[in-house]
């Protein structure tokens, strides 16, 4: 496996901070949310890290079996910290579930199987 690590402002970070860092420059990387997802075979689990309730909130939409995950600041304008796509094929869309603890945010998404 390939470790794609870059050094940006003495750190060494992966793609996705260096990224996150350049179009966001005002915030720290650990303001900045990270998400994970992980497969089981009945559903795929994401996982939201420095996730706050009280600054943020979290929409996602499905489109052409991709689910777009957008986190934003709750203020008068909106801004956009973080957007993630995921190949999710055979979800069931209206089943999603979440769960919140101590800053971070769990996505519960079903997958439906044809018989």
Do not use: G
């Amino acid at each position: 496996m390939t470790d794609f690590s870059l050094i940006y402002n003495n750190r060494v970070m992966n793609i996705e901070d260096f990224i996150d860092s350049i179009l966001y420059p005002d915030f720290s990387i650990n303001k900045i949310p990270s998400c994970e997802i992980q497969e089981n075979s009945q559903f795929y689990c994401i996982q939201l890290e420095n996730y706050f309730k009280a600054k943020q909130t979290f929409q996602f939409y499905y489109k052409n079996s991709f689910l777009i995950l957008q986190i934003r600041l709750r203020q008068m304008k909106p801004k956009i910290l973080l957007t993630r796509m995921f190949f999710l094929p055979n979800i069931n869309i209206n089943k999603i579930s979440h769960t919140y603890y101590s800053n971070s945010v769990t996505l519960k998404i079903p997958k439906i199987y044809y018989t």
